[in-house]
């Protein structure tokens, strides 16, 4: 995002989810975030922040089976694209992972079925560890 304008507002929201960016939020708790930093944004900016920084790719936007509307996650300069989501179907609990074996997969399903897979959209269904026991 070097060289492009940034608002007060849209520091804030990006300071949001670098602070949550192990995990991911939703604008719910992104308006509660800013609220208690007295930082007066309207719901409708805050969507629009946010689908300028998922053009801009600092963002990764994932849809949570669990969760009403859209979830959001800062994508550090360190991530790499084979990445996806698991989510666990009895917790809730969405976890980032990153796996070099998912390049062979991408890959292979491009070539062979003639289809790009989106991986910051990818997302498989489980259990984790901690539900399965």
């Excluded at 996650?73 to 698991?86: A, E, H, N, P, V």
């Amino acid at each position: 995002m070097a060289g492009k304008y940034k608002t007060k507002q849209q520091t804030a929201i990006l300071d949001c989810l670098k602070m949550h960016e192990k995990d991911y939020v939703t604008v719910v708790e992104i308006e509660k975030y800013l609220k208690n930093k007295n930082c007066s944004v309207g719901t409708t900016t805050i969507y629009r922040h946010l689908e300028k920084l998922e053009q801009d790719g600092v963002v990764a936007r994932i849809n949570v089976e669990k969760q009403q509307g859209a979830c959001y996650q800062y994508i550090t300069k360190d991530d790499s694209d084979d990445c996806f989501y698991i989510e666990c179907e009895k917790c809730g609990q969405v976890t980032r992972m990153e796996c070099h074996h998912l390049a062979q997969l991408y890959s292979h399903v491009n070539a062979d079925h003639h289809f790009s897979i989106n991986p910051k959209k990818t997302v498989f269904y489980g259990k984790c560890e901690k539900c399965a026991r």
